[in-house]
C-alpha cells in the first residue's frame, strides 16, 4: 500500500492556460475521487469514477473541467482556460468497493495567476 | 445549504484535558459518518467513523458519539495531546458508497 499519489504537488499558471493534474489511486481500490478544498472550506465534491465509469458529477464541474479514468487505474483532471477562482487545493480519494472511507492523495495546489 | 455544519472554526484546549468537536447535519438519510483529521499541506486522514445504526464507536483517545435524533454528532479526544493539532473535518455519506459531504472543518490547537 503505497498510497494515493498525486502530481505536481504544486502548479502556478496564468489565466486562460490549459492544466493537468494526474492521480494514481491504491491499487486495489476500485473507486476514485476528486475533490476541491479551498481556503477556510472543507473538500468540495467534483467527480467520482466506479473503476472507469465516471458515475457522479457535481454541479461545480463546469464545461471547463473534465476527468477521465482509462481503463479504471490512474485520473486526470484538466481544466481548461483556467481563471483565478479555479485557484485551490484539488484532491484525489480512493476507496476500496466495500469501505466508506477514503484514502487521500496530499493534493495538488493551483495558483492562477 | 450546507448538510454538515462545523460551527466553532477553531477550539483550543490544554495538553491532557478532553478535546470535544462538534458536528451537526440536516440531511436525514445520511447513514454513515466519518471525522478526518488534516495537517498542513496534506491531505486529510481518515480518524475514525459510525454507522447511523450505532450511538457510540471507540479507538483508543478517540471516541465518536451520535444521537440520531439532534442530527448531532461529537468527536471526543482524551487525553488531548500536542500531536493532535490539526483541523478535523466531519464528513456524511447518505448513498452508501457515495460520495461524502464534509464540514468546514474546526481547527484544534492543543497547548503543552
Known amino acids: 500500500d503505497t498510497g494515493v499519489s498525486q502530481d505536481p504537488r504544486h502548479k502556478i499558471t496564468k489565466r486562460g492556460q490549459n492544466v493537468t493534474f494526474r492521480c494514481d489511486p491504491i491499487?486495489?481500490?476500485?473507486?476514485l475521487y476528486w475533490y476541491r478544498q479551498t481556503l477556510g472550506q472543507g473538500p468540495e465534491f467534483l467527480t467520482y469514477?466506479?473503476?472507469?465509469?465516471?458515475?457522479?458529477k457535481s454541479r461545480l464541474l463546469s464545461d471547463r473541467f473534465s476527468a477521465e479514468r482509462p481503463k479504471g487505474s490512474f485520473s486526470t483532471l484538466e481544466i481548461q482556460r483556467t481563471e483565478q477562482g479555479d485557484s485551490a487545493m484539488y484532491l484525489c480519494?480512493?476507496?476500496?468497493?466495500?469501505?466508506?472511507?477514503?484514502?487521500f492523495g496530499s493534493g495538488t495546489r493551483l495558483t492562477v495567476v | 445549504d450546507q448538510q454538515v455544519k462545523q460551527n466553532s472554526p477553531s477550539l483550543s484546549v490544554q495538553e491532557g484535558r478532553i478535546s470535544i468537536l462538534n458536528c451537526d447535519y440536516t440531511?436525514?438519510?445520511?447513514?454513515?459518518f466519518l471525522w478526518y483529521k488534516k495537517y498542513p499541506a496534506e491531505g486529510p486522514t481518515f480518524l475514525i467513523s459510525?454507522?447511523?445504526?450505532?450511538d457510540k464507536n471507540e479507538d483508543g483517545r478517540f471516541t465518536v458519539f451520535l444521537n440520531k435524533s439532534a442530527k448531532h454528532l461529537s468527536l471526543h479526544i482524551v487525553p488531548s495531546q500536542p500531536g493532535d493539532s490539526a483541523v478535523y473535518f466531519c464528513?456524511?455519506?447518505?448513498?452508501?458508497?457515495?460520495?461524502?459531504?464534509f464540514g468546514k472543518g474546526t481547527k484544534l490547537s492543543v497547548k503543552p
Open positions: 464528513a456524511a455519506s447518505d448513498r452508501g458508497q457515495g460520495n461524502l459531504i
Open positions: 480519494a480512493s476507496a476500496r468497493r466495500d469501505h466508506y472511507g477514503y484514502t
Open positions: 459510525i454507522s447511523s445504526i450505532k
Open positions: 491499487s486495489e481500490h476500485n473507486r
Open positions: 440531511n436525514s438519510m445520511f447513514d454513515y
Open positions: 469514477f466506479q473503476n472507469e465509469a465516471q458515475l457522479e
